[in-house]
C-alpha cells in the first residue's frame, strides 16, 4: 500500500502541531471579525454605540449558544429529515441500487486483484453520492424556506437561531447517515458475493511430487480468470498458491470408493491486517548511513533502492514489540520491488536476506545537518556491536506479501539460541535489516512496505471505518451546505457548496497551494490567462514592459489569497480510507481519532460562522 | 399589424414543414432487421451502410460502452483525455490494477479510436510486462495485451491493423522475448486462452500465423483499405509466421517433421511471391516477375544494340569530346590520382556524359524496326519502363530478403541440413550437460553436416541469420577445444569461410598480430 504523504504523526504530536494552529487560525479568524464590526459600526455611529452593539452580537451568542435546548435541537431536527424525506431524497438509493445492478459490466473480475478494484470502485461510489446528496440537501433548503416564508412557522416559536442551524446539520446528517447505512450493507453483500468462488479439480490431473511421499500436486480449474497451482499432504490436505491476492485451502473426500478434492472459499480476500509500521533508513553500498536508497531511474520517486551483494541494506526499526501482541514470534511481512540490471535466471526471483537486530536507543532530533550525519555514521558503527539474529533467506515476490516469521527462540549471528524479546528487543524496539544478496539486482521499497503483522481485525469492522470516513465527509460538506445557505440564495449556496466539495475530493487543495506559493511554471492566475491567450510556453519569459509588471503585480497581490482559502478548504480526501480497505489493511483508531478531531475542527467554526450570519438576517430577528 | 404576425407564422410553420421532406430523404433510420425490408433508409444510412460506418457494421455493440457514453452527455472526448492522463499517472505509479480498469474504461467511452487499442495493448504486453519479476506475471500482462486487442477487435471487426498487431504480439512478444521459451510453454498449456483448440495448432506462431490471415482476408476479400502500413510487409507476415514456427521446432529440438514445416513455409513463400501487390503508382506487380522482367529487359537491350551496334559508346564518346577541357581531363583521370576539385568535376561530367537508351533510339532511323517489330523509340521506352520495374521488384524483394529464405527453405528441407541441425542440437545438449567429448563428436558430425550443406547451396555463407547460428555453435566449439589444449581452430577447419565471415572484428589485436619489435 502507498503513503505518498509522510506516515501518520501521533495524536499527542498532531495536538501540538495542528491543533495548536487550529486555535490560533480560530482565534485569529474572531478576532478579525470583532476588529471589522467594530470598525463598521464606529464609521457608522461612533464609538459608544459601536461597542455596545459589537458587545451585545457577543453576548447574544454565548446567551445561544449556552441557552441551547437539545430537545428543540432534536425537534428541529426531525424537521429536516421529514423535510429531506419530502424532498425525495431516497432517489439516491435509487441510482445506487442501479450502480450496484450494472457495476458488472465495468468492473472486470478478472483483473489481478478484483477484491481491490471492486471495493474501490463502490466505496468511492457511495462516498460521492452521498456527498452530492449533502450538497444539494444542506444548501437549498434554508434559501428555500426563507423564500417561501415557511421559516416563518420555525423562528416565530421560541427557538434560537444557533439551534436552527445546529438543527438544519444534525437534521440532514441523520438522512445521510441513514442512507448511508443503507447502501453499505448492500454493497457489502455485492462485493462478498461477487468476489466468492471456488474452483474444482480434475484428481486425475494431479501428479506426484518429487521427494515428499504421498503428496500430489495439480492446478484447479479456472473461473473468473485464474487457476491456482496446489499440493495436497498424504492426508490430502493442502492449499493453493496465491492467485489475484487470495488462496484456498484444499481437502479430500471419499465418493463411492474415489478420492474427490474440494476447493474451499477463497482466503485472505477480504482482510484487515494490522500492521505495526517502522522508521526506515538506509545502508549505502560503501556501508555509510543515508537517508534514501537509490533511484534506479524511475519517474516516481517514491521507492528507494538497495544494490544486492554489497553492504547496502534497509532498516526498519519498530516500535512496541512485546511478547503479550506478539505471542506466537514475529510476523514480518513485506512487499518488496525487484530491478533486475540482467535479467539473470529467469525462472528464479531474486535472493534476499532478513534479519532482527536489537535497535539503538531513539537518535536524538538535532537541526545541525553536520551533527545528524555524524551521529548516524556513529550509530552505524554501534550497529556492529548490537545482538543480531541469524539471517533468512527468501525469494522475493512481487506484488505478493512476502511471510517471514521469526520464532520467539531463535539463533542468534553465532549460533547461540536466543529468546527474542529478552535478547532482541528488551525495551520493545527492535530493527529489521533487509538486503539483497545477488550481485547487479536491486531490491525497492518504501517505508510501509515492511510491517509487522500485530492481528486480524474483522473486516466488517474495517468497512465500517471505512463508511464512517465517508460519513465525516458528507457530515462536513453539510455543516457547508448550511452555513453557505444561511446568507447566499440557494443556486449560489449549491455552488459554493459543490465547489468546496470539488476541492477537497478532487485533491485542488494541494495544487493551489502550489499556484498559490508560485512554485509552479507559468506563474499565477493572472500570467496563466495571459500565456494562454499569447499560447506562450510555460518556460519563456514574458516581455518585460509596463503590462508584465502589471500582470505580475497582480498575481502577487491576489495568489497570497488563494493560499489562505486553499490552506482553510477541507481536504476531504483525507477522510478516504479506502486504500487501506482495498489493500487489506486495518484503517489505525488512531487515524479515525485523527480524523474526528479534524472534522470537529471544522464543524465548530462553521455552526458559529453560519449562527452569525443566520442571526443577522432579518427573519431571524 | 396581428394578421401579419398570424401569416408569419404560418410561413415558419410551412417553411419547417417543407424543411422536413429533405431531412427525412437524408436521415430516415435504415430499415434493416425488420421483416420485410432490405436496408434501404435515408440517404444517410445508406451512405452509413456503404461506407461500413454504422456501429452495426463496425463491430460488436456494446450495452457498457453505450451507456457510459451517454452517461458522459457527449463530453465523451474530454473525459477519455483525463483517463488518460490518469492512465499515464497508474502507471507512473505502479498501479497496475487501476491503470488496467482505466483503459477499460477509455476504451469503451471512445471504442472506435484504434489508435488507443493499439498503443495501450502495446503499452499493457511490452512496457507493464517487463515491470514485474516473475516471468509468469510477465506473461499475463503480454496476455493481457493480447487480448485487449482481442476486445478492441470485437469492436472494430473490419480493422486489418488492429488483427495484425494481434498477430504479431501472439508470434512475436511471446517467441521472440528473452523469456520465450517460458512464454512459449505457458502458452501452450494455457487452457484459459486456447479453450478447446488442440495443442498441436497451439504453436504461438501458428496461432498468430491466423490472425495474420483474418487480417490479409479482411484485405483481399472484403476490400478494406489497408491505411499506414507497408503491403509488401503486411503480406508476408502470416509466411514469416510459419517460417518462424519450423525455425523454432528445430531449435527445440522437434526434428520429425522439420522437413514438412519447412515445404509448408517454401509453399506458402511461393504463393506470396505470385500475390498481386501494390506497387508505387497503385499498379499491382509480382515479385515473381522479377526474372522474367529482368530476361526481357536483356532482350530488348540486345534488340536495341542490334540496330545500330555500338551507338551508345559512340554517342558516350561524343559526349566527352563535348565536355570543357578541365572536365574532360578530370573525367579521365583515374579515380586516386584526381584531387577534391577533379573529384568533384568528374563527378559533374559523368552525369553529362551519361547516355539514356532514349537518346539512343531517338538517334536511330525510326523507320527501323527491331526484331520484335518496335521502332526504336518504343523500344527504348520499354526499356526505360522495365528498368524501373525490375528495381521496384528487386527493393521489394530486399526488403523481405525474399531470396534468403527462399534458398533457406529450399536447404533446410534438404535432409542433410535436418541431420546436421540434429547432431548441433544433440552436441549443445550434450554441452549442458558437460559431457564435453560427446558434444565434440556431435558438434563435428554437424559441422561436416554444414559443410555439405553449404556447399550446395553457397548464397547461405554469407547470410547473417545462418552465420550467426553457425558462430554460436563454433563458440562452444572453440571452448571445447580450449579444454582439450587447442587454442585455435585447425586450419582446415571445415567452417573456415563462415569464420572470415561472421566473426565479429576484434579491436585489439591478438598477440600473434602484435608486430615484435627487433631485439637490440
Not at chain 1, 452555513?483 to 465547489?499: E, K, R, Y
Not at chain 2, 488496467?100 to 504486453?125: C, D, G, M, Y
Amino acid at each position: 500500500m502507498v503513503f505518498e504523504k509522510e506516515l501518520l504523526p501521533t495524536l499527542n504530536e498532531w495536538l501540538l502541531n495542528s491543533g495548536g494552529l487550529w486555535l490560533l487560525v480560530v482565534a485569529a479568524l474572531s478576532a478579525t471579525a470583532v476588529v471589522l464590526g467594530l470598525v463598521f459600526q464606529l464609521i457608522r455611529f461612533g464609538p459608544r454605540a459601536a461597542l455596545r452593539s459589537v458587545g451585545q452580537v457577543i453576548g447574544n451568542f454565548f446567551g445561544d449558544v449556552l441557552g441551547i435546548s437539545p430537545r428543540r435541537v432534536a425537534a428541529l431536527a426531525a424537521l429536516a429529515v421529514k423535510e429531506s424525506i419530502r424532498r425525495r431524497v431516497l432517489y439516491v438509493f435509487v441510482v445506487f441500487a442501479l450502480l450496484l445492478a450494472f457495476a458488472g459490466w465495468f468492473l472486470d473480475p478478472r483483473s489481478d486483484n478484483p477484491a481491490k478494484l471492486y471495493l474501490t470502485f463502490l466505496l468511492n461510489a457511495v462516498s460521492f453520492l452521498s456527498l452530492v446528496m449533502a450538497v444539494v440537501l444542506s444548501a437549498t433548503s434554508l434559501p428555500a424556506d426563507l423564500k417561501n416564508r415557511t421559516i416563518q412557522t420555525v423562528v416565530t416559536k421560541p427557538v434560537r437561531a444557533t439551534e436552527i442551524v445546529l438543527g438544519r446539520i444534525l437534521g440532514f446528517s441523520f438522512t445521510g447517515t441513514l442512507l448511508l447505512l443503507a447502501m453499505a450493507l448492500p454493497s457489502y453483500v455485492f462485493v462478498y458475493r461477487t468476489l466468492s468462488h471456488s474452483h474444482a479439480i480434475d484428481a486425475a490431473s494431479m501428479v506426484e511430487v518429487r521427494n515428499v511421499p504421498g503428496a500430489l500436486q495439480g492446478r484447479t480449474s479456472s473461473v473468473n480468470g485464474h487457476a491456482h497451482d496446489f499440493t495436497v499432504d498424504a492426508q490430502g490436505l493442502g492449499r493453493t498458491v496465491v492467485e489475484q491476492g487470495h488462496w484456498h485451502r484444499v481437502s479430500s473426500e471419499q465418493v463411492g470408493g474415489q478420492t474427490r478434492y474440494v476447493v474451499g472459499p477463497p482466503e485472505d480476500q477480504l482482510t484487515a491486517k494490522v500492521p505495526v509500521y517502522g522508521q526506515l533508513t538506509f545502508v549505502s553500498r560503501d556501508g555509510t548511513p543515508a537517508d534514501k536508497g537509490i533511484n534506479v531511474g524511475n519517474e516516481w520517486t517514491y521507492l528507494s533502492y538497495i544494490d544486492g551483494a554489497t553492504r547496502a541494506a534497509a532498516i526498519w526499526t519498530f516500535d512496541g514489540v512485546t511478547p503479550d501482541r506478539f505471542p506466537d514470534g514475529l510476523p514480518v511481512e513485506m512487499n518488496l520491488k525487484v530491478f533486475r540490471t540482467y535479467k539473470g535466471d529467469i525462472e528464479k526471483t531474486i535472493l534476499g536476506s532478513i534479519k532482527l537486530r536489537r535497535a539503538l536507543p531513539p537518535m536524538p532530533a538535532t537541526k545541525d545537518e553536520t551533527q545528524r550525519r555524524d551521529a548516524m555514521i556513529q550509530r552505524q558503527l554501534e550497529r556492529a556491536s548490537q545482538p543480531t539474529s541469524e539471517p533468512k533467506n527468501f525469494f522475493v515476490q512481487e506484488y505478493k506479501t512476502d511471510q517471514v516469521v521469526f520464532p520467539r527462540k531463535l539463533n542468534d549471528s553465532s549460533g547461540k539460541e536466543i529468546d527474542l524479546f529478552e535478547v532482541l528487543a528488551p525495551d520493545g524496539r527492535i530493527e529489521v535489516e533487509v538486503q539483497c544478496l545477488q550481485g547487479g539486482q536491486y531490491f525497492g521499497m518504501a517505508q510501509p512496505d515492511v510491517y509487522l503483522r500485530a492481528a486480524y481485525a474483522p473486516f466488517w469492522l474495517n468497512y465500517l471505518k471505512c463508511f464512517s470516513g465517508v460519513w465525516l465527509q458528507m457530515v462536513l460538506v453539510t455543516a457547508f451546505g448550511v452555513m453557505f445557505s444561511t446568507f447566499l440564495s440557494a443556486p449560489v449556496a449549491l455552488l459554493a457548496t459543490l465547489s468546496v466539495m470539488a476541492a477537497g475530493y478532487f485533491n485542488v487543495v494541494d495544487t493551489m497551494i502550489e499556484y498559490g506559493l508560485g512554485r509552479n511554471l507559468g506563474g499565477g492566475i493572472a500570467e496563466s490567462a495571459v500565456r494562454l491567450f499569447l499560447q506562450s510556453n510555460l518556460t519563456t519569459p514574458l516581455e518585460s514592459g509596463w503590462g508584465t509588471t502589471f500582470v505580475k503585480l497582480f498575481d502577487a497581490v491576489t495568489m497570497p489569497f488563494l493560499v489562505v482559502v486553499a490552506s482553510i478548504l477541507p481536504d476531504l480526501n483525507q477522510f478516504n480510507h479506502v486504500p487501506f480497505v482495498a489493500n487489506g489493511y486495518d484503517i489505525p483508531n488512531q487515524v479515525m481519532a485523527l480524523r474526528l478531531l479534524a472534522a470537529l475542527g471544522y464543524f465548530i467554526p462553521l455552526a458559529i460562522v453560519g449562527y452569525l450570519f443566520f442571526r443577522n438576517r432579518e427573519v431571524a430577528v | 399589424m396581428e394578421r401579419g404576425t398570424f401569416y408569419r407564422r404560418v410561413a415558419y410553420l410551412i417553411c419547417i414543414a417543407m424543411l422536413l421532406l429533405p431531412l427525412s430523404y437524408l436521415a430516415q433510420p435504415s430499415a434493416a432487421g425488420k421483416p420485410g425490408a432490405s436496408g434501404g433508409g435515408g440517404l444517410l444510412a445508406r451512405m452509413r451502410s456503404d461506407y461500413h460506418l454504422s456501429q452495426t457494421n463496425l463491430g460488436e455493440l456494446d450495452p457498457a460502452s453505450e451507456t457510459i457514453k451517454l452517461a458522459s452527455l457527449g463530453m465523451h472526448g474530454v473525459a477519455a483525455n483525463i483517463l488518460w492522463l490518469k492512465s499515464n499517472e497508474y502507471k507512473m505509479k505502479q498501479n497496475w490494477t487501476a491503470l488496467s480498469a482505466t483503459l477499460e474504461q477509455i476504451t469503451k467511452l471512445q471504442p472506435n479510436f484504434i489508435a488507443v487499442w493499439r498503443h495501450q495493448a502495446w503499452n499493457l504486453a511490452y512496457n507493464v510486462s517487463v515491470e514485474f519479476d516473475d516471468y509468469r506475471d510477465r506473461y499475463d500482462w503480454v496476455k493481457r495485451g493480447i487480448k485487449f486487442l482481442r476486445d478492441g477487435i470485437d469492436y472494430n471487426l473490419r480493422e486489418p491493423r488492429l488483427w495484425w498487431d494481434h498477430g504479431w504480439f501472439i508470434g512475436y512478444k511471446i517467441g521472440r522475448s528473452d523469456e520465450h521459451k517460458q512464454f512459449r510453454k505457458l502458452f501452450l498449456a494455457d487452457d484459459d486462452y486456447h479453450g478447446d483448440r488442440p495443442i498441436e495448432e497451439r504453436d504461438n506462431w501458428l496461432v498468430g500465423r491466423e490472425s495474420f490471415l483474418e487480417a490479409q482476408r479482411l484485405v483481399d476479400d472484403e476490400g478494406v483499405i489497408l491505411r499506414g502500413m507497408n503491403p509488401v510487409l503486411f503480406h508476408i507476415n502470416p509466411t514469416m509466421w510459419l517460417l518462424n514456427y519450423a525455425a523454432q521446432q528445430e531449435e527445440e529440438g522437434q526434428f520429425a517433421d522439420a522437413i514438412k514445416h519447412w515445404q509448408r513455409a517454401q509453399a506458402d513463400l511461393l504463393r506470396y511471391e505470385a500475390r498481386e501487390l501494390p506497387g508505387p503508382d497503385s499498379k499491382p506487380l509480382r515479385l515473381r516477375d522479377y526474372a522474367p522482367v529482368l530476361e526481357r529487359q536483356q532482350k530488348l537491350l540486345d534488340e536495341l544494340e542490334a540496330l545500330d551496334p555500338g551507338l551508345q559508346e559512340r554517342m558516350r564518346q561524343e559526349k566527352i569530346a563535348g565536355l570543357s577541357a578541365d572536365e574532360r581531363a578530370a573525367y579521365l583521370k583515374p579515380d586516386e590520382e584526381r584531387n577534391d576539385q577533379e573529384h568533384r568535376l568528374a563527378a559533374d561530367a559523368a552525369g553529362k556524359v551519361f547516355v539514356t537508351h532514349e537518346e539512343v533510339g531517338r538517334r536511330i532511323d525510326p523507320d527501323k524496326r527491331s526484331a520484335s517489330g518496335l521502332n526504336p523509340e518504343e523500344l527504348a521506352t520499354q526499356i526505360s519502363e522495365l528498368r524501373i520495374q525490375a528495381s521496384i521488384l528487386d527493393s521489394y524483394r530486399t526488403q523481405v530478403n525474399l531470396d534468403y529464405w527462399l534458398t533457406r527453405c529450399e536447404a533446410e528441407s534438404d535432409p542433410l541440413a535436418v541431420e546436421a541441425r540434429k547432431a548441433i542440437f544433440e552436441g549443445n545438449e550434450a554441452y549442458d550437460r558437460l559431457e564435453l567429448a560427446l558434444a565434440r563428436q556431435k558438434f563435428e558430425e554437424g559441422i561436416a553436416g554444414w559443410r555439405k550443406v553449404l556447399d550446395k547451396y553457397p548464397s547461405t555463407v554469407t547470410d547473417a541469420i545462418t552465420g550467426s547460428e553457425l558462430m554460436e555453435m563454433i563458440k562452444r566449439y572453440r571452448a571445447i577445444l580450449r579444454q582439450d589444449g587447442i587454442t585455435e581452430l585447425p586450419d582446415d577447419f571445415l567452417l573456415n569461410d563462415i569464420v572470415a565471415e561472421h566473426e565479429p572484428r576484434d579491436p585489439t589485436p591478438r598477440e600473434s598480430e602484435i608486430p615484435k619489435q627487433p631485439k637490440e
